[in-house]
Structures are given as structure tokens and as C-alpha cells.
Antibody, heavy 119, light 110 residues
Framework: QEQLVESGGGLVKPGGSLRLSCAASGLNFADYYMGWVRQAPGKGLECISYISGPSDYTNYADSVKGRLTVSRDNAKNALYLQMNSLRVEDTAVYFC????????????WGRGTQVTVSS | QSALTQPASVSGSPGQSITISCVGTNSDIGAYNYVSWYQHHPGKAPKVIIYELSNRPSGVSNRFSGAKSGNTASLTISGLQAEDEATYFCSSYTTSRTLFFGTGTTVTVL
């Protein structure tokens, strides 16, 4: 069964760091773009970053550029999001998701992991 | 970063049809037929129900249908059922090579 499972969320102070992980199983991971989507409290979804299968292309939303870094390990079927210089406005549920082959929609999602930035 | 605009809530009685709108711009919905819709039950993984404007993934009920007119996309749920209670998000590929999402619509079955 296709599954994406996020981990690594938690409570962190402003200016702190976290590393999120996403473990993929039952699906083709290495050949597909993967992304991170977040949902802040009371807000809609925001695609904040994505990475190509061979890791030769990455993209970031302006709201996180320079602070978050996406990476992947295809040998481990794992996606990562290194989050530095965290701000209160980064508080959200973070989902990992796989882009469909066309790259224009997301065909598999995880359940998300909560990140709370608060002093 | 702009979001696509959806109504906050829509409700209907079992068996009725409801339509959720998703308003974008010439740089997203108006630029391509790359609109997708996702159903999200709290605590679960979001699930795609419509992709590339009007296509349904295998296993998704044909009660869900998608369409577009200009910069506005829409999702129609016909024959509303209790299990359809969820939050629905639209999404569009954009000319900036990213995905924009809608603000989300909570569907209530009365």
C-alpha cells in the first residue's frame, strides 16, 4: 500500500531549527518530484518547496527561501526538510506529497506533522 | 504568495448537488487546464479527487466532477452523502512553475 509518513515535528523557539523527514513505502519514489506543503492554523495550503527525482532541481516559496532546505535520499526512499531560523508564522502542519508524473498535481500525501514555533 | 479564493463553507442535504468555486488569475487557473481538487478529512492524508481539470483518479466516485470558465474553476458534488463531509482544496499549476492552493471549503451535509 502506498504510504508517506512524516516525522520530526514539534515545538521550537523562534530562531530555532527542526528537520522534518518523510518516509515513502509502496510507491515509486526515486523517479518522481516530491514536495512539502503546509497548512497554517486557519489558513489554506501552501506549497513551500519541491525537489526533482535526481535532486538536480529545487524550488522554494518566497516565504521560506533562504531558511528551508529540501533534500532526499532515494536509496532510503526518504525526503527531508531542514528548517532554520524558524519564525512564529512557520507554525503549521507540514505534509509531504508526491507529484504525479505530469508534475502538475499531487497524487499521494502523508498525514502531516505539526510544527509549532513559539517562545 | 497568493492563494486561490474559495468560499469558506458550503452545505447541502443528502442527495443534493453542491458546487464549490475556486477563483484564480490569468497566471494560474486561466493559464492552463492544470486544476486539481483534494478532499481532506481531519487527521488523514489529503486525497486527490480531480486532476487536470476534470479527470478522476481510479476509485474516486463519479459523483465528483470538475470544470472551468475563464479564471474560475469549480467542483460539483452530486448525490451528496454523509461521507462527503470534509474540507476541499482546489489547486492550480502556475506560470511560475509551482502549485497554488485554494483557501479551502468546508462541506457540511445537513
Amino acid at each position: 500500500q502506498e504510504q508517506l509518513v512524516e516525522s520530526g515535528g514539534g515545538l521550537v523557539k523562534p530562531g530555532g531549527s527542526l528537520r522534518l523527514s518523510c518516509a515513502a513505502s509502496g510507491l515509486n519514489f526515486a523517479d518522481y518530484y516530491m514536495g512539502w506543503v503546509r497548512q497554517a492554523p486557519g489558513k489554506g495550503l501552501e506549497c513551500i518547496s519541491y525537489i526533482s527525482g535526481p535532486s538536480d532541481y529545487t524550488n522554494y516559496a518566497d516565504s521560506v527561501k533562504g531558511r528551508l532546505t529540501v533534500s532526499r535520499d532515494n536509496a532510503k526512499n526518504a525526503l527531508y526538510l531542514q528548517m532554520n531560523s524558524l519564525r512564529v508564522e512557520d507554525t503549521a502542519v507540514y505534509f509531504c506529497a508526491r507529484f504525479a508524473a505530469a508534475g502538475t498535481w499531487l497524487d499521494y500525501w502523508g498525514r502531516g506533522t505539526q510544527v509549532t514555533v513559539s517562545s | 504568495q497568493s492563494a486561490l479564493t474559495q468560499p469558506a463553507s458550503v452545505s447541502g442535504s443528502p442527495g443534493q448537488s453542491i458546487t464549490i468555486s475556486c477563483v484564480g488569475t490569468n497566471s494560474d487557473i486561466g493559464a492552463y487546464n492544470y486544476v486539481s481538487w483534494y478532499q481532506h478529512h481531519p487527521g488523514k492524508a489529503p486525497k486527490v479527487i480531480i486532476y487536470e481539470l476534470s479527470n478522476r483518479p481510479s476509485g474516486v466516485s463519479n459523483r465528483f466532477s470538475g470544470a472551468k470558465s475563464g479564471n474560475t474553476a469549480s467542483l460539483t458534488i452530486s448525490g451528496l452523502q454523509a461521507e462527503d463531509e470534509a474540507t476541499y482544496f482546489c489547486s492550480s499549476y502556475t506560470t511560475s512553475r509551482t502549485l497554488f492552493f485554494g483557501t479551502g471549503t468546508t462541506v457540511t451535509v445537513l
